[in-house]
């Protein structure tokens, strides 16, 4: 097991919090996905790869049954962002985050962290404590907006592994660790 807490120092309020607080632009909107918003997300999450894109009926199902632990972010008619994720049934304080997608145009500027603490900030996530999600160790990106989530909330950051490639069955995929961050109060996102 790689434990990643020793990469920064919990109290270490840092820029990235900061900048992830407040948008980047005026018309930055964040709100739970409906279902007539499926497609749009399986566009989105099209253009941003390495993300396994699933089916439209998939995002439907996340936009109907999900969305209150599913975040999707836009400024003005465009659609720049979105995050699936949802409560583990078996230990209700982890949040499992699944996909987290930003179009190109939008990244660099903090939306990625800025859903990820909206998702933490709803009053029907306040029980949780930990958020996990896999990410492969070649996605930089991905791993430094999870390690920004865990210094803003001055949490710990571990990593295990979890999904090996061999388990993908015939299909080629990467290694995807589990990252696991906490605990916390969900109020300090
Ligand atoms: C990963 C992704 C969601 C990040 O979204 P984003 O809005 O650009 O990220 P943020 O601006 O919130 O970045 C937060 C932190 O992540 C880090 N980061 C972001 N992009 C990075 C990059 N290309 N390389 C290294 N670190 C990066 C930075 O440390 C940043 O904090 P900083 O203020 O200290 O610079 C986005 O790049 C994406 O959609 N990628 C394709 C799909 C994907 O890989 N999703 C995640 C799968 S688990």
Redesign the pocket.
Known sequence: MTDCASLFTPNDS???GA??GAPADAREWMRAPGKTDAAGIHRLVAD????DLNSVYTYLLLSEHFAGTCVLAGSGDALE?FVSGYVLAQRPDVLF?W?????ER?????????MLRHLLRRPGLAAVQYVE????PG???????F??LARGLAAGMREEPFFEPGLFGQASHDDEPLLRIGPFQAAAA
């Open positions: 840092c820029a990235a900048r992830a941003c790869p390495p993300l962002g985050v996909q987290v997608a930003v179009h939008a990244r660099g500027k903090g939306l990625g962290l800025r999600t896999t990410v492969s996605n930089l990106a991905s791993r430094g907006m390690a920004g």
